[in-house]
């Protein structure tokens, strides 16, 4: 997990729990001079975060890394593991 600012971008680390077995580390943008876009940029984010409701018998764990932020360009990586209770092994 990582947060901080680069080239005036601030990112900051959000957490999102829907359920006692889940919890999911997500990068929020701020600091954009265009609003809008730094709303479009957040909600592409959550979607690719999949912060979602979950039931008690799914667990899911995620964080992110930081790869390149550039003048007009910005690269995350997001990684989760979601197992389903009962299931022989969870998927990446």
Do not use: R
Not at 13 to 19: C, R, V
Not at 25 to 37: A, E, G
């Amino acid at each position: 997990n990582n947060g901080g600012v680069y080239n005036n971008l601030a990112i900051k680390e959000e957490k999102y729990k829907p359920n006692p077995n889940t919890v999911i580390y997500y990068p929020k943008v701020s600091n954009l001079k265009d609003v809008s876009i730094q709303n479009k940029i957040n909600d592409i984010i959550k979607k690719q975060a999949n912060l979602k409701p979950m039931s008690n018998e799914e667990t899911y764990n995620s964080d992110f890394n930081i790869k390149y932020v550039g003048k007009n360009l910005l690269n995350i990586e997001l990684n989760g593991y979601d197992y389903y209770k009962g299931a022989a092994h969870g998927n990446p």
